[in-house]
């Protein structure tokens, strides 16, 4: 049959089934499958496969924009320019795959009639006869696919789908020039190695660009799209690989796309690869920056909570696999070397206990460093042990419940009780023990059927304010504080400033029929994460205003467009106010205390739990210490008004491994260091002292005070379980 005569039927649709399937069948008997199946397939798949859903690998940067962390893919895939490619990789692959490509208008009535001559011959398929464009609307639909059974029906060898493929391309050829077609098929071809696209097989057999690409590299990489394996070049035996090449290079010679120099120069020389691996996930984070691997997680989590990317948690991280998206994170390079330098000068990698640290910037609620003394890694810890190597989110962000957070826990029955309307000053006698209104079970914390809660120290005895209080961390004056307010209304502060129950106890015990009896809560018996109580503080130091704990600066989806969720910015901060400012004020005016910087308005008792803080920084600083029974954990929670900052000591496989008397300071020095350096040459901002209403009862005078608190170093003492008579840290 002559190709003149043919190509009518190709346009008509009515020669697919002979080629697919290399039988004779009648063209009358082909006819009414041929229409029909053309209009079906016609009905509105032009346009959707010129702009094509496809996968495409999403990148995470830290906060420069440029650094990149890791990447996440399934199929690793970044579209490029047609402009952007060598053009050597664009001859290669017509002459490859298509040395009609600007001659047909879709489908080849030459190719056609050849595969079917070879066809009848072999009694079966021994060629095909797919043009680029063809092919590309088999990967489109592929691409395109909503379920396993769309993408079988766009690749499996059926009369039916050949069909539709040649309809499509002629219609695809009506709509798109012949450069668009080819840029969106090296866009979209398979190379090997988990690479789709032109700019990932340059990367991982070159680590090149497209753009950089010669002839040798561009004939080695278009003869791999008909068979990745058969002609993997990376596979040991490079002959395979060598002669297909050679067989793209006589291609183009044929096409006159190159001369019989460049031919023969390209087919003497050796493949040369240059492969590389491209990083995908959290583990691939390069070995410099490991320790942002605790961060990388948190970021996934975050994700996963998110539903502008999806119904449930696997289908968001599905599309953060697919979705092609640009993640510039929030952490700062320089303030994560400088927590990792601190937390690592205290406590070592291979230390049973967890030291860590995490940073927030107020007003914002980004996370700007997230350091601890492990390993980020799946490799198996020496002699079974659960360190230095781990995985597990030690700072927050996972399944983990987090550390009991001692005293820091006073902050939420302080600011219950300003919000409540009680001023700083207000005066309570702290005996030494202190008989609650709480009950509890028997136990040596129990004075009968009550809870008796004690100090640390004799010398706390006596009548203490808020500022005294807070800066000494006077047990028994912060539970009849809390008895004033009602533990229910600390609880709900706790959750107003974001934190969560992750423990069957604490969410029983934080439930209305319980929380009004919750009295050791203020001690803080409760678990918490480093990621919740940085941010507590933070929020403090942006008085009042909360903000969600964000690990993004700046999300794009993959046409470069900002993304949005319910027409608001995804990365931008999302805070609402939980307290006055006035209240927050306060707050941080009584935790200025325990620093020794000082309060503005008030006393804070001759001697305070921290002075080192402030001793190390040297510039306005407030925060809160915090141990629990018998030093089992040790945090300090510390906060200016542009940074704010929580750390911790503790065993995380452990919890009854105390870490000692001895590491009861290591938390304020880590933090009080790493912000020292974190801000040095930035302005040394002051707080914003409260108003008189809300400092005193009645009248007084309104002068500052600024720096009046004594220094001292003693303890505070968190009560872990409500069982346990005293606390011996800080």
């Not at 700062?332 to 205290?346: C, E, T």
């Amino acid at each position: 049959m002559a190709a003149g005569k043919i190509a009518p039927l190709v346009r008509a649709g009515l020669i697919a089934g002979l080629v697919i399937a290399g039988l004779a069948y009648p063209l009358a008997a082909l006819a009414g499958l041929g229409v029909k199946a053309g209009t079906d397939a016609l009905a509105g798949m032009p346009d959707e496969l010129i702009e094509v859903p496809s996968a495409q690998t999403s990148y995470l940067y830290a906060r420069d924009g440029k650094t990149l962390l890791t990447m996440f893919y399934e199929e690793h895939r970044k579209p490029v320019k047609i402009e952007e490619m060598s053009p050597y990789i664009t001859e290669a692959i017509v002459a490859s795959e298509d040395a009609r490509f600007y001659e047909h208008n879709g489908v080849d009535a030459k190719g056609v009639a050849r595969a079917f001559v070879a066809n009848r011959q072999a009694g079966g398929i021994s060629q095909g006869a797919s043009t680029l464009t063809m092919q590309y609307v088999r990967m489109a639909l592929r691409d395109s696919a909503k379920s396993p059974k769309e993408a079988l029906e766009a690749t499996e060898q059926t009369t039916e789908r050949k069909l539709r493929e040649m309809r499509l391309a002629i219609e695809l050829e009506k709509r798109l020039s012949k450069q668009e077609i080819l840029e969106r098929y090296l866009n979209s071809a398979y190379f090997g190695h988990r690479a789709y696209g032109i700019f990932a097989a340059s990367q991982v057999f070159f680590s090149k660009t497209p753009e950089q690409l010669d002839l040798n590299e561009a004939a080695l990489l278009a003869g791999l799209v008909k068979a990745p394996s058969a002609y993997d070049p990376a596979a040991g035996d490079q002959q395979a690989a060598t002669n297909r090449r050679n067989y793209v290079i006589d291609q183009m010679l044929k096409m006159r796309v190159i001369t019989p120099a460049q031919a023969d120069g390209a087919k003497q020389a050796k493949i040369r690869l240059r492969l590389t691996t491209p990083p995908n996930d959290c583990m691939s984070i390069p070995d410099k920056y490991n320790d942002w691997g605790f961060f990388c997680d948190y970021v996934k989590a975050w994700w996963r909570e998110q539903p502008a990317f999806g119904d449930t948690p696997e289908e968001r991280e599905e599309n953060l696999r697919r979705g092609g998206y640009r993640i510039v994170t929030s952490i700062d390079p320089k303030i994560q070397a400088y927590a990792m330098k601190h937390v690592l000068a205290k406590e070592k990698r291979r230390s049973r206990y967890a030291h860590g640290q995490v940073v927030i910037e107020p007003n914002t609620g980004r996370v700007v460093s997230m350091a601890v003394n492990r390993t980020y890694s799946l490799q198996p810890n020496p002699r079974d042990r659960a360190y230095p190597n781990t995985v597990n989110p030690l700072l927050g962000g996972g399944s983990m419940a987090g550390y009991q957070a001692g005293s820091t826990f006073k902050i939420f029955t302080m600011l219950a009780a300003l919000d409540d309307g009680m001023p700083l000053d207000t005066s309570i006698y702290a005996p030494e023990r202190y008989v609650s209104q709480y009950i509890t079970a028997p136990g040596p914390a129990t004075c009968g059927r009550h809870w008796c809660p004690k100090n640390s120290s004799k010398s706390m005895s006596g009548t203490q304010t808020m500022w005294s209080g807070f800066g000494k961390s006077v047990n028994t004056y912060f539970v009849q504080l809390e008895e004033k307010v009602g533990s229910e209304k600390a609880i709900a502060m706790a959750e107003r400033l974001g934190l969560t129950w992750r423990t069957d106890v604490d969410r029983e015990l934080a439930t209305p029929a319980h929380a009004s009896g919750w009295g050791a809560f203020t001690l803080g018996v409760s678990d918490a994460t480093p990621i919740e109580m940085a941010n507590v503080f933070a929020t403090l130091a942006a008085e009042g205003n909360y903000c969600e704990p964000l690990p993004v600066l700046l999300l794009q989806n993959r046409d470069g467009t900002n993304t949005k969720f319910n027409g608001k910015l995804v990365a931008a901060p999302r805070c609402h106010r939980v307290v006055t400012a006035d209240v927050a004020r306060a707050a941080t005016d009584a935790a200025r205390c325990v620093t020794g910087y000082g309060s503005a308005k008030g006393g804070c008792g001759g001697w305070s739990t921290s002075p080192m803080v402030y001793g190390t920084m040297h510039r306005p600083v407030a925060g809160k210490s915090g141990t629990t029974d018998s030093n089992k954990t040790a945090w300090f929670c510390g906060f200016t008004p542009q940074l704010a900052a929580a750390a911790f000591v503790a065993d995380p496989d452990d919890p009854n491994d105390y870490v000692g008397s001895g590491r009861s300071t290591i938390s304020k020095y880590t933090v009080a260091e790493t912000l020292r350096d974190s801000l040095k040459g930035q302005p040394k901002l002051k707080f914003t002292p409260p108003s008189k209403k809300i400092a005193w009862h009645g009248t007084h005078d309104d002068d500052e005070n600024e720096g009046n608190s004594n220094s001292g170093d003693n303890g505070d003492n968190g009560n872990g379980n409500g069982n346990s008579d005293e606390d011996s840290g800080d």
